[in-house]
């Protein structure tokens, strides 16, 4: 069984600029997560999908930060304009949907700003 | 909502000694809690989990305990060895799996 997959690996950019993550979850999978981890921390919910709707997205600092599911399988992480505080590594999971479920983690995007 | 605090924030032990993590949650709502293993760069991966109808679940070397009444879960791991070396993670997760992480516990198991 494939696994999450997410690119770039790594991205390297300069302040106020715009940065775009994306994720491919394991197949058949309706609930997506996008996760903040900065280094020494605990992953931090950013946005939650059920299929293409927003289950929660109480963290996502709505001003910079976007995401979309479209058609409820890959999705798309933005930041617009990027700030210092924006460095971490961006964790997408994905699991089925309900309670117990695992949740199976990406590689990770290491964002890296200047 | 839910805030899960987790202890020590690092720890070392000997090769063969247990070592014990503990995370504390607030939400009583909160009815799964699983442990995460991360080894450097690289991703989370889920290594034991309990639901809160259970007190104890044990996998080998791994077990967790969880006590609904105090709120809080600990990971044990006995006869410990360097590759348990990493950092491990709980959470807490609710209604429709919102996950709750605790801050981590990096694990150095000396030879």
């Known amino acids: 069984e494939a696994g999450v997959a997410q690119s770039p690996r790594y991205k390297i950019i300069e302040k106020r600029q715009s940065v775009a993550f994306w994720c491919n979850p394991i197949s058949g999978h309706a609930t997506l997560y996008w996760y903040q981890q900065i280094l020494g921390q605990g992953p931090k919910l950013l946005i939650q999908f059920q299929n293409n709707g927003v289950v929660d997205d109480s963290q996502l600092p709505k001003d910079r930060f976007s995401a979309e599911r479209l058609k409820g399988v890959d999705s798309t992480l933005k930041i617009q304009p990027a700030k210092l505080e924006d460095s971490a590594v961006y964790l997408c999971a994905s699991s089925l949907p309900g309670s117990y479920n695992e949740q199976f983690f990406g590689p990770g995007t290491r964002l890296t700003v200047l | 909502g839910e805030n899960v605090e987790q202890h020590p924030s690092t720890l070392s032990v000997q090769e063969g000694d247990s070592a014990v993590i503990k995370c504390t949650y607030s939400d009583s709502a909160s009815n799964y809690f699983p442990w995460y293993k991360q080894e450097l760069g690289k991703r989370p991966q889920l290594i034991i989990d309990i639901r809160s109808n259970v007190g104890e679940k044990k996998d080998q070397r791994i077990a967790v305990t969880l006590n609904k009444t105090a709120k809080h879960f600990s990971l044990h791991i006995t006869e410990t060895q360097p590759e348990d070396s990493a950092v491990y993670f709980c959470?807490?997760?609710?209604?429709?799996?919102?996950?709750?992480f605790g801050s981590g516990t990096k694990l150095n198991v000396k030879p």
């Open positions: 959470a807490a997760s609710q209604v429709f799996n919102k996950f709750y």
